[in-house]
Protein backbone atom coordinates (compact mmCIF):
# COMPACT_ATOMS: atom_id res chain seq x y z
CA UNK A 1 0.00 0.00 0.00
CA UNK A 2 1.58 3.45 -1.43
CA UNK A 3 1.98 5.77 1.59
CA UNK A 4 3.39 9.17 1.36
CA UNK A 5 5.10 11.40 4.26
CA UNK A 6 5.93 15.53 4.28
CA UNK A 7 8.74 16.25 6.66
CA UNK A 8 8.65 18.66 8.83
CA UNK A 9 5.09 19.40 9.13
CA UNK A 10 5.32 22.82 9.85
CA UNK A 11 7.97 25.40 9.33
CA UNK A 12 8.47 28.85 9.72
CA UNK A 13 11.05 31.19 7.92
CA UNK A 14 11.84 34.96 7.41
CA UNK A 15 11.40 36.27 4.26
CA UNK A 16 13.89 35.91 1.63
CA UNK A 17 15.39 32.49 2.70
CA UNK A 18 15.21 29.43 0.68
CA UNK A 19 13.50 26.67 1.82
CA UNK A 20 13.26 22.69 1.07
CA UNK A 21 10.31 20.72 2.02
CA UNK A 22 10.05 16.92 1.64
CA UNK A 23 8.15 14.39 0.58
CA UNK A 24 8.62 10.68 1.20
CA UNK A 25 6.89 7.61 -0.85
CA UNK A 26 6.63 3.68 0.13
CA UNK A 27 6.29 2.12 -3.28
CA UNK A 28 8.69 3.25 -6.12
CA UNK A 29 6.24 2.17 -9.06
CA UNK A 30 4.44 5.57 -9.85
CA UNK A 31 3.33 7.48 -12.86
CA UNK A 32 3.68 10.87 -11.46
CA UNK A 33 4.18 13.39 -8.38
CA UNK A 34 2.19 16.68 -7.97
CA UNK A 35 3.00 19.37 -5.89
CA UNK A 36 -0.18 21.59 -4.80
CA UNK A 37 -0.79 24.56 -2.59
CA UNK A 38 -3.19 24.31 -0.67
CA UNK A 39 -4.53 28.13 1.03
CA UNK A 40 -6.49 27.91 4.15
CA UNK A 41 -10.35 27.53 3.37
CA UNK A 42 -9.42 26.75 -0.35
CA UNK A 43 -9.11 24.66 -2.99
CA UNK A 44 -6.07 22.96 -4.56
CA UNK A 45 -3.47 24.66 -6.89
CA UNK A 46 -1.26 22.63 -9.15
CA UNK A 47 2.36 23.37 -8.77
CA UNK A 48 4.12 21.44 -10.58
CA UNK A 49 3.89 17.39 -12.28
CA UNK A 50 6.81 14.86 -12.32
CA UNK A 51 6.46 12.56 -14.39
CA UNK A 52 8.27 9.07 -13.34
CA UNK A 53 11.01 9.30 -16.45
CA UNK A 54 11.77 12.73 -15.37
CA UNK A 55 14.53 14.40 -12.44
CA UNK A 56 13.09 17.26 -11.52
CA UNK A 57 10.24 20.20 -13.24
CA UNK A 58 11.03 24.58 -12.62
CA UNK A 59 8.43 26.95 -12.45
CA UNK A 60 9.69 30.65 -11.49
CA UNK A 61 11.00 30.49 -8.29
CA UNK A 62 9.94 26.97 -7.28
CA UNK A 63 12.17 23.17 -8.52
CA UNK A 64 11.18 19.81 -7.51
CA UNK A 65 12.98 17.27 -7.80
CA UNK A 66 12.21 13.17 -7.69
CA UNK A 67 14.38 10.23 -7.29
CA UNK A 68 11.68 7.55 -7.82
CA UNK A 69 14.29 4.60 -6.76
CA UNK A 70 14.66 5.87 -3.38
CA UNK A 71 11.06 7.31 -3.24
CA UNK A 72 11.92 10.58 -2.66
CA UNK A 73 11.03 14.24 -4.10
CA UNK A 74 11.78 17.56 -2.76
CA UNK A 75 10.35 20.94 -3.19
CA UNK A 76 12.73 24.32 -3.31
CA UNK A 77 11.62 27.89 -2.95
CA UNK A 78 13.69 30.10 -3.25
CA UNK A 79 13.48 33.75 -2.06
CA UNK A 80 10.54 32.62 -0.08
CA UNK A 81 8.36 35.45 0.17
CA UNK A 82 4.84 36.43 3.18
CA UNK A 83 2.50 35.24 0.11
CA UNK A 84 3.84 31.56 -0.05
CA UNK A 85 2.58 30.96 3.08
CA UNK A 86 0.03 27.51 2.81
CA UNK A 87 0.49 24.17 2.96
CA UNK A 88 2.19 22.48 0.77
CA UNK A 89 0.55 18.86 -0.30
CA UNK A 90 2.55 16.17 -2.19
CA UNK A 91 0.64 13.43 -4.08
CA UNK A 92 1.73 10.42 -5.90
CA UNK A 93 -0.38 8.20 -8.72
CA UNK A 94 0.57 4.71 -8.11
CA UNK A 95 1.05 2.34 -11.15
CA UNK A 96 -1.12 -0.50 -10.95
CA UNK A 97 -4.22 0.56 -13.31
CA UNK A 98 -5.61 3.16 -10.47
CA UNK A 99 -5.94 6.34 -11.45
CA UNK A 100 -6.64 8.20 -8.01
CA UNK A 101 -3.68 10.46 -6.60
CA UNK A 102 -2.26 9.34 -3.10
CA UNK A 103 -1.60 12.35 -0.81
CA UNK A 104 1.16 13.31 1.76
CA UNK A 105 -0.73 15.40 5.66
CA UNK A 106 1.22 18.50 4.15
CA UNK A 107 4.02 21.26 5.44
CA UNK A 108 2.54 23.96 6.27
CA UNK A 109 4.59 26.77 5.64
CA UNK A 110 4.71 30.47 7.33
CA UNK A 111 6.78 33.27 6.04
CA UNK A 112 7.37 35.78 8.06
CA UNK A 113 7.89 39.60 7.42
CA UNK B 1 -11.33 28.17 -19.11
CA UNK B 2 -13.58 28.08 -15.93
CA UNK B 3 -12.12 25.41 -13.57
CA UNK B 4 -13.56 22.87 -12.00
CA UNK B 5 -16.52 23.90 -10.58
CA UNK B 6 -17.89 22.68 -7.70
CA UNK B 7 -20.99 24.38 -5.44
CA UNK B 8 -22.22 24.53 -3.16
CA UNK B 9 -19.14 26.12 -1.19
CA UNK B 10 -20.46 25.49 2.24
CA UNK B 11 -23.38 22.84 2.63
CA UNK B 12 -25.01 22.44 6.76
CA UNK B 13 -27.07 19.45 7.10
CA UNK B 14 -28.58 18.36 9.87
CA UNK B 15 -28.74 14.67 10.87
CA UNK B 16 -30.20 12.83 9.23
CA UNK B 17 -31.02 14.57 5.85
CA UNK B 18 -28.79 14.17 2.53
CA UNK B 19 -26.31 16.03 0.90
CA UNK B 20 -25.71 16.26 -2.32
CA UNK B 21 -22.71 17.73 -4.04
CA UNK B 22 -21.68 19.10 -7.41
CA UNK B 23 -18.81 19.12 -9.66
CA UNK B 24 -18.78 20.10 -13.48
CA UNK B 25 -14.83 19.38 -14.76
CA UNK B 26 -12.86 21.27 -16.78
CA UNK B 27 -13.61 22.10 -19.84
CA UNK B 28 -12.62 18.82 -21.96
CA UNK B 29 -12.14 16.64 -19.26
CA UNK B 30 -14.14 13.82 -18.90
CA UNK B 31 -12.70 12.07 -16.09
CA UNK B 32 -13.28 13.32 -12.54
CA UNK B 33 -12.42 12.44 -9.08
CA UNK B 34 -13.83 12.84 -5.50
CA UNK B 35 -11.36 13.10 -2.54
CA UNK B 36 -12.29 13.87 1.28
CA UNK B 37 -10.08 16.06 3.46
CA UNK B 38 -10.98 15.38 7.43
CA UNK B 39 -10.00 17.70 9.93
CA UNK B 40 -6.42 17.48 10.38
CA UNK B 41 -5.95 14.69 8.12
CA UNK B 42 -4.67 14.39 4.29
CA UNK B 43 -6.82 14.32 1.38
CA UNK B 44 -8.50 10.97 0.90
CA UNK B 45 -9.56 9.57 -2.31
CA UNK B 46 -13.18 8.59 -2.91
CA UNK B 47 -14.30 7.78 -6.62
CA UNK B 48 -13.17 7.86 -10.34
CA UNK B 49 -15.41 8.22 -12.51
CA UNK B 50 -15.89 8.85 -16.27
CA UNK B 51 -18.91 9.79 -18.40
CA UNK B 52 -22.13 7.13 -17.24
CA UNK B 53 -19.15 4.82 -15.54
CA UNK B 54 -17.92 4.41 -12.09
CA UNK B 55 -14.14 3.22 -13.11
CA UNK B 56 -12.66 2.84 -8.92
CA UNK B 57 -14.81 3.44 -6.06
CA UNK B 58 -11.91 1.70 -4.00
CA UNK B 59 -11.87 5.06 -1.06
CA UNK B 60 -15.95 5.55 -0.83
CA UNK B 61 -17.67 4.18 2.22
CA UNK B 62 -19.91 1.25 1.32
CA UNK B 63 -23.23 2.79 3.13
CA UNK B 64 -24.79 6.15 2.70
CA UNK B 65 -22.14 7.15 0.09
CA UNK B 66 -22.99 7.17 -3.96
CA UNK B 67 -21.41 9.08 -6.70
CA UNK B 68 -22.44 9.79 -10.31
CA UNK B 69 -21.29 11.31 -13.79
CA UNK B 70 -24.20 11.61 -16.28
CA UNK B 71 -23.81 12.50 -19.86
CA UNK B 72 -25.03 15.04 -19.71
CA UNK B 73 -24.41 18.15 -16.30
CA UNK B 74 -22.48 17.64 -13.63
CA UNK B 75 -20.84 15.37 -11.38
CA UNK B 76 -22.95 14.65 -7.68
CA UNK B 77 -21.39 13.36 -4.78
CA UNK B 78 -24.56 12.35 -2.10
CA UNK B 79 -24.25 11.55 0.95
CA UNK B 80 -27.62 10.06 2.48
CA UNK B 81 -28.19 10.22 6.48
CA UNK B 82 -25.64 12.46 6.71
CA UNK B 83 -23.61 11.60 10.88
CA UNK B 84 -21.69 14.34 12.44
CA UNK B 85 -18.72 12.34 11.16
CA UNK B 86 -19.15 13.02 7.31
CA UNK B 87 -18.20 16.81 8.23
CA UNK B 88 -15.65 17.44 6.01
CA UNK B 89 -13.94 19.00 2.91
CA UNK B 90 -15.00 17.48 -0.11
CA UNK B 91 -12.79 18.13 -3.12
CA UNK B 92 -13.17 17.06 -6.81
CA UNK B 93 -10.73 17.40 -9.43
CA UNK B 94 -10.72 16.45 -13.33
CA UNK B 95 -8.10 15.37 -15.50
CA UNK B 96 -8.19 15.29 -19.46
CA UNK B 97 -7.02 11.64 -19.80
CA UNK B 98 -5.28 9.15 -17.72
CA UNK B 99 -2.79 9.64 -15.76
CA UNK B 100 -2.66 12.96 -16.02
CA UNK B 101 -2.06 16.26 -14.68
CA UNK B 102 -5.68 16.45 -12.16
CA UNK B 103 -6.82 19.93 -11.74
CA UNK B 104 -8.95 20.58 -8.30
CA UNK B 105 -11.85 22.65 -7.43
CA UNK B 106 -12.55 24.99 -4.49
CA UNK B 107 -13.98 22.68 -2.76
CA UNK B 108 -17.35 21.94 -0.56
CA UNK B 109 -17.57 22.42 2.93
CA UNK B 110 -20.03 20.03 4.47
CA UNK B 111 -21.42 20.30 8.50
CA UNK B 112 -23.22 18.30 9.97
CA UNK B 113 -25.07 19.51 13.06
Known amino acids: KQEVTQIPAALSVPEGENLVLNCSFTDSAIYNLQWFRQDPGKGLTSLLL?????REQTSGRLNASLDKSSGRSTLYIAASQPGDSATYLCAVRPQGGSEKLVFGKGTKLTVNP | NAGVMQNPRHLVRRRGQEARLRCSPM?????VYWYRQLPEEGLKFMVY????????ESGMPKERFSAEFPKEGPSILRIQQVVRGDSAAYFC???????????FGQGTRLTVV
Open chain 2, 49 to 56: LQKENIID
Open chain 1, 50 to 54: IQSSQ
Open chain 2, 27 to 31: KGHSH
Open chain 2, 93 to 103: ASSGASNTEAF
